[in-house]
């Protein structure tokens, strides 16, 4: 399980205990699929929810602790592939796995205004 800190459109969000998928279901290699986290931040998302905003399309990076930077993965319905993965080492600091997801909202992902005649 881990914590997941979403930013969003200038919004932050904590989602806790997320159980996360393994490659290979193996939780030895340390590899978890991004997929499947970005899967379960857009069912429980309450930002997304509130703002109207559908993950898809949405450029998606994180945080590695180990290499101090923004990690940027692609985008989510696109890019993205199925089995990207992150390192469990990646995103542990001080023993706790927290995983900063930051999901910047393209036009690709905005909702449709309708242009009155």
Same mark, same amino acid.
């Given at each position: 399980?881990?914590?997941?800190?979403?930013?969003?459109?200038?919004?932050?969000?904590?989602?806790?205990?997320?159980?996360?998928?393994?490659?290979?279901?193996?939780? *030895?290699?340390?590899?978890?699929?991004?997929?499947?986290?970005?899967?379960?931040?857009?069912?429980? *998302?309450?930002?997304?929810?509130?703002?109207?905003?559908?993950?898809? +399309?949405?450029?998606?990076?994180?945080?590695?602790?180990?290499?101090?930077?923004?990690?940027?993965? +692609?985008?989510? +319905?696109? *890019?993205? *592939?199925?089995?990207?993965?992150?390192?469990?080492?990646?995103?542990?600091?001080?023993?706790?796995?927290?995983?900063?997801?930051?999901?910047?909202?393209?036009?690709?992902?905005?909702?449709?205004?309708?242009?009155?005649?």
């Amino acid at each position: 399980m881990i914590k997941i800190k979403l930013k969003c459109s200038g919004r932050t969000e904590i989602l806790k205990n997320v159980a996360a998928k393994f490659k290979d279901n193996k939780p *030895s290699l340390k590899e978890i699929l991004l997929v499947s986290i970005l899967d379960k931040i857009k069912q429980e *998302s309450k930002i997304l929810e509130s703002m109207k905003l559908s993950l898809n +399309g949405m450029e998606i990076s994180y945080y590695s602790y180990e290499d101090e930077t923004d990690i940027f993965t +692609g985008v989510y +319905g696109g *890019s993205i *592939s199925p089995q990207a993965t992150i390192n469990l080492d990646e995103i542990t600091k001080d023993g706790k796995v927290i995983l900063n997801i930051e999901a910047k909202a393209t036009e690709a992902c905005l909702p449709k205004v309708k242009k009155e005649a």
